[in-house]
T-cell receptor, first 107, second 112 residues
Framework: KNEVEQSPQNLTAQEGEFITINCSYSVGISALHWLQQHPGGGIVSLFMLSSGKKKHGRLIATINIQEKHSSLHITASHPRDSAVYIC?????????FGTGTRLQVFP | DAGITQSPRHKVTETGTPVTLRCHQTENHRYMYWYRQDPGHGLRLIHYSYGVKDTDKGEVSDGYSVSRSKTEDFLLTLESATSSQTSVYFCAIGQGPDRELFFGEGSRLTVL
């Protein structure tokens, strides 16, 4: 079993829909990261959080430490949100990555 | 954007040849990481560094070595490339494991 599990693996949506991507982990962590990777490969950090909730524009990330679970929400989705979203957790000096959720948003 | 560059961005080589990938940063970040990304797998850590001359192995370190002789450069070497090392390699930098990470653009390596 992977230490970081994401669901769903693939997600399609119509423009404007509210989207949720989930991440569960089984190790003790000091931080959780949400990353975005567009086709063509560049990886960008969206959020880093260790408790509570963070918001940036239409993106919201939450974490529940007790339940070892985090969610990434996208409100009013847009085709430019189409990308792979990756969850990663910090375990001592290293990050452990999930396999990513591929999101496609259609006009 | 954090100043991080990888070179080369694309390389095709033959089995058995040595290959070195370079990661260069201008941000003075303490931590530097090398990952590989393959279909069906998350990013997997090869090696990382937490300071000049301080490095440690990741989960897929066999067949790879690294060096960090100065803060800004982290080199990944494949002493004798194999086809299983065909992958996209990403370098990342950060101030610490619980701080924001910045990624390079990736280096696509093909070993024939």
């Amino acid at each position: 079993k992977n230490e970081v599990e994401q669901s769903p693996q693939n997600l399609t949506a119509q423009e404007g829909e509210f989207i949720t991507i989930n991440c569960s982990y089984s190790v003790g962590i000091s931080a959780l990261h949400w990353l975005q990777q567009h086709p063509g490969g560049g990886i960008v950090s969206l959020f880093m959080l260790s408790s509570g909730k963070k918001k940036h524009g239409r993106l919201i990330a939450t974490i529940n430490i007790q339940e070892k679970h985090s969610s990434l929400h996208i409100t009013a989705s847009h085709p430019r949100d189409s990308a792979v979203y990756i969850c990663a957790v910090t375990d001592t000096d290293k990050l452990i990555f999930g396999t990513g959720t591929r999101l496609q948003v259609f006009p | 954007d954090a100043g991080i560059t990888q070179s080369p961005r694309h390389k095709v080589t033959e089995t058995g040849t040595p290959v070195t990938l370079r990661c260069h940063q201008t941000e003075n970040h303490r931590y530097m990481y090398w990952y590989r990304q393959d279909p069906g797998h998350g990013l997997r850590l090869i090696h990382y560094s937490y300071g000049v001359k301080d490095t440690d192995k990741g989960e897929v370190s066999d067949g790879y070595s690294v060096s960090r002789s100065k803060t800004e450069d982290f080199l990944l070497t494949l002493e004798s490339a194999t086809s299983s090392q065909t992958s996209v390699y990403f370098c990342a930098i950060g101030q610490g494991p619980d701080r924001e990470l910045f990624f390079g653009e990736g280096s696509r390596l093909t070993v024939l």
